[in-house]
C-alpha cells in the first residue's frame, strides 16, 4: 500500500502590510480590542487590480513544487481551495495550471469550495488518490484574497478586522516508507448552520435560504418576471450582503468544541495520544481558539504553532501557510508527528495526523 508524504511545502505572502492602527483609520476599532479579542496585530493585503488568488497561488506552489525536487511536468493533479476564486466560474485550479505552464492535459484541475477547512477536505483527498495509487504528485494549495471583497466600514468591523490575504501549497506525494506521511484523516460537516458564516450574495437563492425556506426574505427581486434574473440586487448591496457575515460568537464556540474532538479521532484511529505531536498546526482563526484548544488538549505552547498574530486569519490558506513556516523555522523536522486541524464555515471541519 503505498503512503501519501510531504515532498515540498511553498507559500506566498503580499508585501503589503496592513496594521491595526491602520484599521482605525477607516473604521471605528482599536488595536487594543482586536489584538485582546483575537490576538492579530497585522495582516497582509494584495496588490490591489495586480495580484490575484491564482497569482499568489502560483507563487506558493512555485515553491513547493522546487523543494519537492519535481519538475512541474510532474504534478498528476491540482486541489485548489479558496472562497474568493478570481472568477465564480471557471475555478481557479485551472488557471493555476495555466499560470505554472503546466501544458499536460492529463493533469486534472479540482476545486474545493470548504472555507477554512478547505485544506483539510483537500488534503484528504490527495491521500486517497495517492493511497489509491492513481496519482504520484499531488499539488494542494489554500489561496484568499481577502482584502478585494471586506466591508471597510463600521458596519463590517465585526469580520474584516480578522481576515488577510495569501497562499500556501503542498506537493502531496507516493512514498513507500511504511509509516511515513498521512496516518489518518477525519473530515465532518453540519449544515444546520450554513447561513451563520456566509457570503450569500450573488447567489441563485432568490431570497429562499435553506434555513427559512417558508419565510423567502424579499431582497426586491423581480417576482413577477417568469424567466431568472441577476443574482444580486440594489437591496443587497445596500445591506452588504456582498461581504462576509459571521456570528463571531457563535462560531467560536462550535470551534472550541470541534477542534478538540476531531484531533482526538485522528490520534485515536493511530493509535496514539496528544503527548506524541509533536506539532500541532490549528487554523489560525483566533488566538484564543488555539489557545483553547492546547489547554483542552492538554498540550504545550511548544507544540502548537500560531502565525495570526501577522497574518491575521486567511482562511484555506492559513493551515498551509502557517505548515510551511513552522517547518522554515526548523519546528518540524523529518519524523515529527504533525496534526492539521481546521473549522470554518458550513459548518465543516477535519484534522490530518501526519508522519513528516
Ligand atoms: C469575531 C470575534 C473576534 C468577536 O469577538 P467577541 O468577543 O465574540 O465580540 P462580539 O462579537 O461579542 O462583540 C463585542 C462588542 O465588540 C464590538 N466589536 C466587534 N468588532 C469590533 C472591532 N473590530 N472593533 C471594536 N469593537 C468591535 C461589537 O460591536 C460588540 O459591541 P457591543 O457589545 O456594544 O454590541 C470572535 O467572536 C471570534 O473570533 N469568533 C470566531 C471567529 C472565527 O473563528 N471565525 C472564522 C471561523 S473559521
Known sequence: MYQSKIAGLGKYLPERIVTNKDLEQVMDTSDEWIQERTGIRERRYAEKHKETTTSMATQASLQAIERAGIDKEEVDFIIFATLSPDYYFPGCGVL???????????????????????????????????????????????????????????????????????????????????????????????GTYAEKLSFIAPGSHGGYHNDKLDQPIDYGFDTDSPYGEIFITQKMLDEGLHYPHME??????????????????????????????????????????????????????????????????????????????????????????????????GFTWGAALLRF
Not at 499531488?138 to 480578522?162: A, K, P, Q, W
Not at 488555539?290 to 511548544?302: I, T, W, Y
Request: net charge negative.
Open 96 to 190: 493555476l495550471q495555466r499560470e505554472l505552464g503546466i501544458t499536460r492535459t492529463e493533469v486534472g484541475a479540482l476545486d474545493i469550495r470548504n472555507q477554512c477547512s478547505g485544506f483539510l477536505y483537500a488534503l484528504s483527498i490527495a491521500d486517497q488518490y495517492i493511497k489509491s495509487g492513481m496519482y504520484k504528485n499531488i499539488l494542494v494549495v489554500g489561496s484568499e484574497m481577502h482584502s478585494m471583497g471586506l466591508d471597510f466600514s463600521t458596519r463590517g468591523r465585526g469580520v474584516t478586522v480578522i481576515f488577510g490575504d495569501g497562499a500556501g501549497a503542498a506537493v502531496v506525494q507516493r512514498s513507500e516508507v511504511n509509516g511515513q506521511g498521512i496516518l489518518s484523516s477525519r473530515l465532518h460537516s453540519d
Open 248 to 345: 463571531g460568537q457563535f462560531v467560536f464556540k462550535l470551534a472550541v468544541t470541534k477542534f478538540p474532538e476531531v484531533i482526538n479521532e485522528v490520534l485515536e484511529d493511530a493509535g496514539l495520544q496528544t503527548s506524541d505531536i509533536d506539532m500541532l498546526i490549528p487554523h489560525q482563526a483566533n488566538l484564543r481558539i488555539a489557545s483553547f484548544v492546547q489547554k483542552r488538549l492538554g498540550l504545550s505552547e511548544d507544540q502548537v504553532f500560531n502565525n495570526i498574530q501577522k497574518y491575521g486569519n486567511t482562511t484555506a490558506a492559513s493551515v498551509p501557510i502557517a505548515f510551511c513556516e513552522a517547518w522554515e523555522a526548523g519546528k518540524i523536522k523529518a519524523g515529527d508527528l504533525v496534526c492539521l486541524a481546521a473549522f470554518g464555515s
